[in-house]
């Protein structure tokens, strides 16, 4: 069976898809105002993990027409300031301090969606806004969780304003890509595994039967081909990322 991806919440000229619910989870990373605005309307439930409700309160009080507030707040709330929690927890949102040292603040706020979905029988894809800039440490949790994720939830993305990507499981992929919202650079890259097989099509430079590892090739700067989707056959679970076109582009 081929697995169709789409990025629409990306696009924010798109409509909202009333068939998809999404979650949102703010990390505490920077972000700008129209990617903020554009992955807030996509999504039906929003999380700020800790410092990212300073993030989103900071946006706010430079934008004064504008008022977002997410329905709930979690983490070890080490980060998060007294000023940014009194505003919150005035506004009846729902500020939670989790104590666990063996969590992050993103896996907690996916533990409090998946604890909703239990109570709702809803499920939601989910969309992480930051999690693949600043500290590499950082960065190497979010493409390790996600690689665990793929095992128990059928789509997450993680999106910075430089680039949106996610996790492929082994198997065959059709990626539709909006050309209007993506650069023409991506990646295949081989985390979390000793090899893979790909094979492709829609790219510059096509794999064909190709493996691919750390210590091998990493098909790293290859591009979108204008007008064509993309198809990925890969052997073993794989990140694939899409650079974004520059929000004033839109």
């Known amino acids: ?76 709330l080490d980060s998060l300031r007294d000023e940014v929690r009194l505003y919150y927890t005035s506004l009846n949102v729902p500020v939670i301090r989790d104590s666990d040292q063996d969590s992050t603040d993103l896996m907690k706020c996916v533990q409090a969606l998946e604890e ?19 500290r590499l440490d950082q960065t190497v949790h979010t493409l390790s969780y996600l690689h665990k994720l793929r095992k128990t939830r059928r789509r997450v993305f993680v999106v910075t304003d430089d680039n949106v990507g996610w996790v492929l499981n082994e198997g065959e992929h059709l990626i539709h890509i909006n050309h209007d919202v993506l650069g023409q650079t991506c990646g295949l890259l081989p985390v979390g595994i000793d090899s893979t097989t790909l094979t492709t099509t829609g790219l510059r430079w096509n794999l064909d039967n190709t493996e691919s590892s750390f210590d ?24 694939w990322c899409a650079e974004l076109r520059g929000r004033r582009e839109l």
């Open 116 to 134: 909703k979905e239990r109570l709702t029988g809803q499920e939601f894809e989910i969309v992480i806004l930051g999690g693949l800039s600043g």
């Open 1 to 76: 069976m081929v697995v169709e991806w789409h990025t629409e919440f990306l696009d924010p000229r798109a409509s909202k898809d009333l068939n998809i619910s999404r979650a949102l989870i703010i990390l505490n990373q920077p972000f700008s105002a129209g990617l903020l605005k554009t992955l807030w309307a996509a999504s039906e439930w929003h999380s700020c993990a800790d410092g990212g409700a300073n993030r989103l309160y900071d946006w706010m009080a430079s934008d004064a027409e504008s008022r977002l507030l997410p329905d709930i707040v979690k983490g070890d």
């Open 216 to 239: 091998g090739l990493v098909s790293t700067s290859n591009h979108l081909v204008p007008g064509q989707d993309v198809t990925i056959k890969t052997s073993k679970p794989i990140w």
